[in-house]
């Protein structure tokens, strides 16, 4: 498995205005510093330990994104230095990250995890709750997260047209929080969808942000 390859092969496909997270989730810092090396500087991770054992020993010009189901208990973790967490699916998380970063004085960019996939998960607004959170106002009184888009998987299926059709409706409900929410907020502009197997589906539906593991790094041993 050639990781310099692999990720010059992915960022060549992506159409300017999509940046790569490179997830390296249970891979060893040497793989990532292989990538660090042909010039990746986004790296994904979803466990908190794991990422702090990882931002501690490798370069400090990383943008360590956070992308797995945050624990509010561990936010304080990684609040210091993450600069985007994708996974953000209820207030209490949302009220959580302002208030660690707060602490350390910064403002940690957010993304609202949102369900899209025909398949049964604890974790994600849908569209209603999503709705509902953000009427209810008070996320606005937070003053240490922004809140710059949305973030969704699609059904882990062959059907590319169901993989496309939850893309796209992920794309849509971006445009309905823009033009209700944050009409006026430029920082509202990312919509991270797209993984391995689906991510030329997602840039096709508009993904800014697409999250590439295993087809970079290779199959990982958990
Ligand atoms: C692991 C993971 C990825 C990357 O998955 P691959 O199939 O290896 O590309 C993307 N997004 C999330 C949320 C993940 O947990």
Redesign the pocket.
């Known amino acids: 498995m050639d990781i310099e390859t692999n990720i010059k092969a992915v960022r060549a496909e992506l159409p300017e205005g999509v940046r790569l997270v490179a997830?390296s989730?249970f891979h060893p810092n040497e793989a990532i510093e292989v990538a660090y090396a042909a010039g990746q500087r986004i790296f994904?991770e979803?466990k908190v330990q794991e990422l702090v054992e990882k931002h501690t020993s490798l370069p400090a010009d990383i943008e360590w994104h956070f992308?797995?189901h945050l624990q509010t208990n561990k936010v304080k973790y990684i609040a210091p230095f993450i600069s985007m967490i994708?996974?953000v699916d209820s207030y209490k998380l949302l009220a959580e990250i302002n208030k660690q970063a707060a602490k350390v004085g910064r403002i940690i960019p957010c993304l609202l995890e949102i369900h899209i996939a025909q398949e049964e998960s604890k974790y994600g607004f849908t569209f209603d709750s999503c709705r509902a959170m953000l009427a209810e106002g008070s996320w606005q009184t937070l003053s240490h997260v922004s809140i710059q888009g949305v973030?969704g998987?699609a059904t882990n299926t062959e059907d590319e047209h169901q993989i496309t059709r939850e893309f796209e409706s992920l794309h849509r409900f971006f445009g309905e929080l823009k033009e209700t929410y944050f009409s006026g907020s430029s920082d509202f502009r990312e919509i991270s969808m797209g993984?391995?197997?689906d991510?030329p589906l997602a840039v096709k539906a508009g993904s800014t942000l697409v999250?590439?593991?295993?087809?970079i790094?290779g199959e990982?041993n958990y």
């Open positions: 997830v989730k994904g979803s992308i797995g994708h996974a973030m998987m993984m391995s197997h991510y999250r590439v593991g295993s087809k790094f990982r």
